[in-house]
């Protein structure tokens, strides 16, 4: 999968088109990722213990990975991503567009 928890990413489809947020956490099984202040979800929680509130809590739903795109520091918009392996063997992403290596 080609985003990684604590990526910033832009949503391309959905009622969240163009929102950008930060993914809090991915789920490379499933393809699905949760990105923060995008696909609120209500919820209607019993309170589980005495004294607990209980109510309608908004939360974030996950989504599918390939409606989101990361965003580029350089370019500041989305980007498709491609890999490269450095001189010293480690494998890191980078911005198709400019060339810039996405993981530091």
Same mark, same amino acid.
């Given at each position: ?21 930060? +993914?809090?956490?991915?789920? /490379? &099984?499933?393809? @699905?990722? =949760?990105?923060? $202040?995008?696909? %609120?979800?209500?919820?209607?929680? #019993? ?20 409606? +989101?795109?990361?965003?580029? /520091? &350089?370019?500041? @918009?989305? =980007?498709?991503? $491609?890999?490269? %392996?450095?001189?010293?063997?480690? #494998? ?13």
């Amino acid at each position: 999968m080609h985003i990684r928890s604590k990526d910033t990413v832009v949503v391309i489809t959905g009622k969240d088109k163009g929102k950008q947020g930060k +993914v809090l956490t991915a789920f /490379p &099984k499933t393809g @699905k990722v =949760v990105v923060e $202040g995008v696909a %609120i979800a209500t919820k209607h929680q #019993k309170p589980r213990q005495q004294g607990m509130p209980g109510g309608i809590v908004k939360k974030e739903a996950a989504i599918d990975a390939s409606n +989101v795109m990361l965003v580029c /520091p &350089k370019c500041k @918009k989305g =980007v498709r991503v $491609g890999h490269k %392996i450095l001189d010293n063997g480690t #494998k890191v992403r980078v911005c198709v567009k400019c060339g810039t290596a996405i993981d530091e």
